[in-house]
T-cell receptor, first 114, second 116 residues
Framework: SQTIHQWPATLVQPVGSPLSLECTVE??????LYWYRQAAGRGLQLLFY??????ISSEVPQNLSASRPQDRQFILSSKKLLLSDSGFYLC?????????????FGEGSRLTVL | AQKVTQAQTEISVVEKEDVTLDCVYE???????LFWYKQPPSGELVFLIR??????QNEISGRYSWNFQKSTSSFNFTITASQVVDSAVYFC?????????????FGKGTKLSVKP
């Protein structure tokens, strides 16, 4: 069966420090991968998605970046965190293309920037 | 433009009451998909249901039921005989068939509290 894991689960970082959140999927090949952010009191906002290795699409301009070095690995990074980067980050995967498939989410990573 | 509106920010009910969570969507596409997710306090989003725009049949799964009405662009979710374990934030989401690469547009969620 397919599983998705992301880490770390909780992170407290000072403003200006770097960030690396990692997500891996098991049990499937060539998935679509997504990073969403959930800010307090708001819905989920799509940050990045990837349809294959090295292919990253950004939905929202910001100081975050994403990379997909391997088929089932998706990394969210920042060189210098801002206070506004605080939030709950969720990685997700799907197997179907063009809006037909449901997304399966990881456990989430809660980031607090101080 | 795509948009999902969940007008109810928070709902509180007593155990065994029925509760309906509203969802209204906007899309220009004729082919689209609607979803409901549950987010318990642990934070992980749990997939509940997917509906395509050509299937307006209502669906029932145990205590859960969904009412899809294209005429009013609504996809409402009803929990019958609610239980404390139903307490969570519920998200409605929309995905268009073309050009979206599968990403979902989420509403802001409805926080449901079921009290014993």
């Amino acid at each position: 069966s397919q599983t998705i894991h992301q880490w770390p689960a909780t992170l407290v970082q000072p403003v200006g420090s770097p960030l690396s959140l990692e997500c891996t999927v098991e049990g499937t090949s060539n998935p679509n991968l997504y990073w969403y952010r959930q800010a307090a009191g708001r819905g989920l906002q799509l940050l990045f998605y990837s349809v294959g290795i090295g292919q990253i699409s950004s939905e929202v301009p910001q100081n975050l970046s994403a990379s997909r070095p391997q088929d089932r690995q998706f990394i969210l990074s920042s060189k210098k965190l801002l206070l506004s980067d605080s939030g709950f980050y969720l990685c997700a995967w799907s197997v179907l293309r063009a809006g037909a498939g449901e997304l399966f989410f990881g456990e989430g990573s809660r980031l607090t920037v101080l | 433009a795509q948009k999902v509106t969940q007008a109810q920010t928070e709902i509180s009910v007593v155990e065994k009451e029925d509760v309906t969570l509203d969802c209204v969507y906007e899309t220009r596409d004729t082919t689209y998909y609607l979803f409901w997710y549950k987010q318990p306090p642990s934070g992980e989003l749990v997939f509940l249901i997917r509906r395509n725009s050509f299937d307006e049949q209502n669906e029932i799964s145990g205590r859960y039921s969904w009412n899809f009405q294209k005429s009013t662009s609504s996809f409402n979710f009803t929990i019958t005989a609610s239980q404390v374990v139903d307490s969570a934030v519920y998200f409605c989401a929309l995905s268009e068939a073309r050009g979206s690469q599968g990403n979902l547009i989420f509403g802001k969620g409805t926080k449901l509290s079921v009290k014993p």
